[in-house]
């Protein structure tokens, strides 16, 4: 498209109009003023962290449950209330949420201790390069002369302990301890159920004092909840009838998960916009879902370590060049030794890379059913768990990123 094409395009484009009133209300980061079937553990939360208004230290809390099911939601909107009480009553009291998941955040128990310290007021920490101990004690330093009440939720809180190991929750929980004029409460929150039962029982009995469970939404709460929000989200009258209940009923499958239900409406409003529909439809919401798991299926392949990458472009390869004719490990094992010497990495031998055959069929990017072949032993007859169509793109950002 040349110059002028390109302006034409978004001359255009501005001269539309959108079916959408606030897009903003569909995204996971937004928070609503009310959140539907979530009373019960909302009142709950209220009731742990209440003491704080009383200058006492709540007990520590610990959320779980699985994605899209209203935990971090549900929690900072009880903090919010909190914070705007004690801000008209001049209550001494600071929250601090700390998503574990991101990088350079809470990737290393250095990372979230000079996170921590930053949000305190102690602005100088280098990136690296200080002793952990000294950290701490410019931490506990701020900590002391701030508010005698802080609020400290640590989402994704599995993610941190993977990463860092639980010596750091140990470490944190215990720092109370040590304050004399401030007292830090807890509150850890993950999508892992089996999380807390796998932590060291001295963190678990200090981290999880209390401790709630969140239920996955059925679809016809997953309806509500998107009702509610479309209703704030887009223009009147530009979803059609039925496209709610698609929406909830693709969700409701994927463990009742609410994040899933709207980024499927969202999505499927902006492909209806691109098309120049008027209003979202079913069929919007199908090319949504398949668009939503291509995006998913990219983001884990990205995350996979290189030489799982490279056993999956050899399985890419080899089905484009074999289309439905059957091929197997030691197949995918010809292809992979020469991506190998591109790359200049040393190949694995066949045993391990059958192993990692078997990772990507746990992740269900392929499908790798077992055989026997007599005398000859057993081997791995592979094929793919995704669309035809997506298969190039695939290889295409594979090779990319293994700069073949």
């Not at 959408?20 to 959140?35: A, E, H, M, V």
């Not at 990088?103 to 310290?117: G, H, M, N, P």
């Not at 400290?152 to 004399?180: C, F, H, P, S, W």
């Not at 409460?185 to 807390?196: H, I």
Request: with cysteine; aromatic share 6%.
């Amino acid at each position: 498209m040349t110059k002028d094409g390109i302006k034409n395009f978004f001359e255009d484009y501005l001269g539309k109009e959108s079916i959408f009133k606030n897009k903003k209300i569909l995204q996971t980061s937004y928070t609503p003023d009310t959140i539907p079937h979530r009373d019960e553990q909302i009142n709950e939360i209220a009731g742990v962290l209440a003491p704080v208004l009383r200058n006492e230290k709540p007990s520590n809390l610990f959320l779980y449950g699985k994605t899209g099911t209203g935990k971090t939601l549900s929690v900072l909107h009880v903090t919010n209330n909190l914070r705007e009480i004690s801000n008209s009553k001049d209550l001494p009291l600071k929250v601090v949420y700390i998503n574990c998941k991101l990088k350079r955040v809470a990737d290393t128990e250095y990372r979230l201790i000079a996170s921590l310290a930053r949000e305190f007021g102690q602005k100088n920490i280098p990136v690296t390069g200080l002793p952990t101990d000294e950290v701490y004690r410019l931490f506990i330093k701020n900590i002391e002369a701030g508010p005698n009440q802080i609020i400290l939720i640590l989402d994704e809180i599995d993610q941190l302990v993977k990463k860092a190991g639980d010596e750091i929750l140990y470490n944190l929980t215990r720092m109370n301890a040590e304050l004399k004029n401030t007292q830090v409460t807890f509150v850890g929150v993950s999508n892992d159920l089996r999380f807390a039962n796998d932590l060291d029982p001295r963190i678990k009995s200090s981290l999880a004092e209390e401790d709630l469970n969140f239920p996955s939404y059925n679809a016809l709460q997953l309806q509500d909840i998107l009702l509610e929000r479309s209703k704030g989200a887009f223009k009147d009258g530009s979803i059609s009838e039925g496209v709610i209940e698609k929406c909830a009923a693709y969700a409701a499958r994927e463990h009742g998960d609410a994040r899933r239900a709207l980024d499927l409406l969202r999505v499927a409003g902006e492909l209806a916009e691109r098309k120049n529909d008027l209003k979202v439809d079913i069929v919007h919401i199908d090319e949504a879902e398949s668009k939503i798991e291509n995006d998913l299926v990219v983001e884990v392949i990205n995350t996979l370590p290189k030489q799982s990458q490279l056993t999956l472009l050899a399985i890419f390869d080899l089905y484009e060049k074999k289309g439905n004719e059957k091929f197997f490990t030691g197949d995918v094992y010809e292809v992979y030794m020469n991506l190998c010497i591109k790359c200049g990495l040393k190949p694995l031998t066949q045993r391990r890379l059958s192993d990692l055959i078997a990772e990507l069929d746990m992740l269900g990017i392929i499908n790798a059913k077992v055989i026997s072949k007599g005398r000859y032993g057993r081997t791995k007859e592979i094929g793919l768990a995704m669309p035809q169509s997506s298969i190039p793109g695939l290889i295409s950002q594979l090779r990319g990123w293994l700069s073949i």
